[in-house]
């Protein structure tokens, strides 16, 4: 067991704390017993004294978990009466300890003599009373944390679910337009030929989990599937080089985090080109940041400091939105215009690998 489950495991962890407290008291006062040269004899004082403490302030517990949510003024109140009476009955019992045991028998004149110089062990219970309120709100403060951060996980896993499966329809209306296109034209052969891919391409999407990353790798065969879609449309007319180091290929991004942009090159610089055009991607290891490239031949853009002046579409916007939630400000997306002509996008995130044990057997 970890010291987060100990925490975690109230009773356990008050025990041990109990315990573990007052074995420490002992320890101090046995240290002190040496300073001033007391007989060994008063070891059997301070134990009993220590185990009468444990004993006598396992009670408060029960009464402070009875008055935890009443007023301030009633809690302090408690604290300080149940403390007095506690430190006081125990002061009377540490003295009888030490007459009976340490000084054989010995008996004051008066009764009251037993209530005399109190205050340090009231003080003693304060401090223990004190110690228990602490680590109780401790442990509140780190519940709610948790509660807070797994509600603010909940809502960032919904608002990448959303983003994410914005992409499906917005691709799907584009290639379906596209095929209705074929049929209309009567290329029936490439127009089964997408709905082929579309129906592959739609099987991968529906399997990778939304909220997970995937290796890059992955998201290669991903594009490789929707490129294929879209070759069957452009056939010559799309060309499209890929350059990812041996390093690269294993690094962690979120799915289909590319998928958007080539879509976006493919409808503004392919289109729109009667002769069409080349995609270049491009993703390398640097400083531990993984660097993705896209960069197409196309007439460009227009750029503001990094940023398209004008967006129509939602490939682009979705894409910075998922890279915001996942990686906050530690992330970097720049586009620039390329030359001699074309658009430039550049992506900047931190490397992480998947590890070999969580890898799944193929």
Known sequence: MNWQQLVDNRQRFFWVLQVSGWIGYALLNYIGSKVFEMRDIYIFVIILNAYAGCLMTIPLRYLYRKVWNAGPWVLITVVFTSSYITGTLWSVLQKFNLWEIYR????????????????????????????????????????????????????????????????????????????????????????????????????????????????????????????????????????????????????????????????????????????????????????????????????????????????????IANTKDRLKTLYENNYSFVLSNNEPSGLKVNIRIPYERISKKAMPNE
């Open 104 to 315: 054989h028998g010995f008996r004051p004149d008066e009764w009251f003599y037993y209530f005399q110089q109190g205050l340090d062990s009231v003080y003693i219970i304060l401090c223990w009373s004190g110690l228990y309120f602490g680590i109780k709100y401790y442990q509140l403060l780190q519940s709610e944390r948790q509660k807070s951060l797994k509600a603010l996980n909940m809502a960032h896993e919904a608002q990448l679910k959303m983003l994410r499966y914005q992409l499906n329809p917005h691709f799907l209306f584009n290639t379906l337009n596209a095929i209705s296109t074929l049929i209309l034209i009567e290329e029936n052969k490439n127009a089964n030929q997408m709905v082929s891919k579309l129906s592959d391409f739609l099987r991968y999407t529906l399997n990778t989990d939304p909220i997970k990353k995937v290796p890059l790798e992955k998201e290669l065969y991903a594009l490789k599937l929707y490129l294929e879609i879209e070759e069957v449309r452009f056939e010559d007319r799309l060309t499209v080089n890929v350059e990812i180091s041996d390093t690269a290929k294993e690094a962690l991004v979120p799915s289909m985090i590319l998928q958007p942009i080539i879509e976006n090159s493919i409808k503004y610089a392919i289109a729109n080109t009667i002769s069409g055009g080349t995609i270049e991607i491009k993703a390398q290891i640097f400083a531990n940041e993984l660097l993705l490239e896209v960069v197409d031949n196309g007439p460009g853009a227009e750029i503001e400091d990094g940023q398209l002046a004008k967006i129509s579409g939602v490939g």
